[in-house]
Structures are given as structure tokens and as C-alpha cells.
């Protein structure tokens, strides 16, 4: 089950709480339901959840520390437009923690488990049948994040955690078909080569998946206020 797809959870069956609101709207980014630039207005998501501004407030804050929502003084929050230099730090970012995992897979026999990866790229085969577009971008995370669960390493798994949270962002704002069946294609493949101990193949087959992945999105140029800049037209001296 995504994100998107899991039931509203309150606490004591009483008001939703500021993580149930951040979970909401983290799974309508993920759908496609909230577009990179959409208002989130803090009274009106109030009346929506039937909560305080101040529990509002407090999950918007938590999304904007993810990089999911721009928050300026004395403006409405809006979804934040990805922007390719952001999604190069991750993906920067999450080549060097995901080569170390690899690394460290080599070193710790764990052939008996890998077949929890198999199951997950059945996972994303069966959301890419579906059409659920927030299930694959889910799916496809947890596809890493057990990579590094097998690898052993506790403070590596939670900083990964971190990225793909940045990184399934980025994919479901941005404008590109990112995920496919050759996503699945290419977890299969870095599983052969993990089940055959060649963890020099299966370093290079992650880092061309992590390249293909930001290679395949799609980013909106940047919006200007720069009348000269729109219609190209030089300033005289």
C-alpha cells in the first residue's frame, strides 16, 4: 500500500494531528494531486482538517525542511517547483551513500534476503499494471531503502531515508516520465549482479540507474518578472 493510498490515522479518534496533515499532503504531491507552485493556505487547510492554524503551520514547517514546500515571511505556502540544481545535490548526495551501500553489501553475505528485493520489484510491477504513479515512486524508494537495510549500517539507512524522501519529491514534480518497466528492469539487473557477488558490476549498474533516473526528469525553467528577459530584448546603453 503507498502512502496515498493509506488510511486517515487520528489520534484517539479525536482531530488530525500535524503529521497525519504532512502525510496528506505529501501523498497528494506524490499523486500528482497538488502541482509544484500550488497554494497552500494555512486557514483554509485549517477548515479542511478542521484544525488549528498552529498544527497547520507545524506541518508545513516539517515540508519545507524536506524541500516540498517554499515558505517566505508574510506569504502563503506554496509547493515548491523542483529545480535541477537541487535535484543534482541528491542525486550527488545519494551516490555517495548508495555506492558505500553496495560497497558494504560485498562484505556481508545476505543471499538468503535477497529475495525481499524480488518482492518489492513485483511490488512495482504491479503499480506500473495499476497506473498508481505514487505507489511506483514509493515502491522504487523502498527498493533502496532495503538495499541499505541489508547492508547493515543504521546511520547510512536513516540519511538515505532522508534523500529519497527529496528524491521522490523531485520526481513527482517534475514533468518527466521518470519510472517505468525499465525501472524494474534495472533493480533486477542490480540484483543479479549482487546474487552473483560481482559488486563492481553492481556498483556501475546503480550509479547509471541513479543518473538515468535524473536524466529522465523533466524541470520548468525557472519564472521571470524580467520584462527584457521574456521577449529577449538587449538593454540599450
Known sequence: MSLADQPARRVGGGKPTSHFIYQSIYAAILDRRLTPTAKLDKNTLGRIFGVSGWTVQ???TRLAEEGAVTLEPRQIAQITRPSEQQARQVLEAR??????????LGTRPAQA????????????RAC????????L????GQFHLKLAELAGN????????????RASLNIALSRGAVYSARTCEEHLALITALEAGDIAHATQ????HLHGVFDRMCFAPTPTADLHAAFKVRRTA
Not at 534476503?113 to 512495482?124: G, N
Not at 495499476?130 to 505507489?135: E, I, L, S, T, Y
Not at 546511520?155 to 532522508?162: C, D, S, T
Open 58 to 60: 507545524r506541518a508545513l
Open 154 to 165: 543504521t546511520l547510512l539507512l536513516e540519511f538515505l531515508r532522508g534523500l529519497l524522501s
Open 95 to 104: 551516490l555517495l551513500v548508495e555506492t558505500e551501500v553496495i560497497r558494504l
Open 137 to 140: 515512486i514509493e515502491q522504487a
Open 113 to 124: 534476503r535477497l529475495s525481499e528485493l524480488h518482492a518489492l520489484v513485483d511490488h512495482q
Open 205 to 208: 549498474l546503480l550509479i547509471d
Open 128 to 135: 506500473l499494471a495499476d497506473g498508481d504513479g505514487a505507489g
